[in-house]
């Protein structure tokens, strides 16, 4: 079983920036790969951005990829959001999901793949 937390959200003006957390509770944290997904009202859950077991690959949406930056840090159980020049069209609930690895060459991009989920952290941008 495994328990995220995320933490980060809340409300800035388009152009800014936030960095969103998502701690782990996992004790085999490095045996899952990590995502990051987003939905907005009476919309999809959609993909953002995934990172696989070492951090050191990345897979990002087309519409973040330049401003967000997905990592981990394996260590201290958390993964990570940083998202800048933030838009209007970025507002949504923010949600981290963990999905066990069975080969670190690709990670999955879509939610049903994803065992664990976290509540969710509100992210709004002003315009």
């Known amino acids: 079983q495994v328990q995220l937390v995320e933490s980060g959200g809340g409300l800035v003006q388009a152009g800014g920036s936030l960095n969103l957390s998502c701690a782990a509770s996992a004790r085999s944290f490095t045996s899952y790969h990590m995502g990051w997904f987003r939905q907005a009202p009476g919309e999809e859950r959609e993909f953002v951005a995934a990172?696989?077991?070492?951090?050191?690959?990345?897979w990002y949406a087309d519409s973040v990829k330049g401003r967000f930056t997905i990592s981990r840090d394996n260590a201290k159980n958390t993964a990570y959001l940083q998202m800048n020049n933030l838009k209007p069209e970025d507002t949504a609930v923010y949600y981290c999901a963990a999905d066990l690895a069975y080969s670190d060459l690709w990670v999955q991009t879509t939610a049903p793949a994803y065992d664990y989920w976290g509540q969710g952290t509100q992210v709004t941008v002003s315009s």
């Open positions: 990172i696989n077991l070492r951090g050191d690959r990345t």
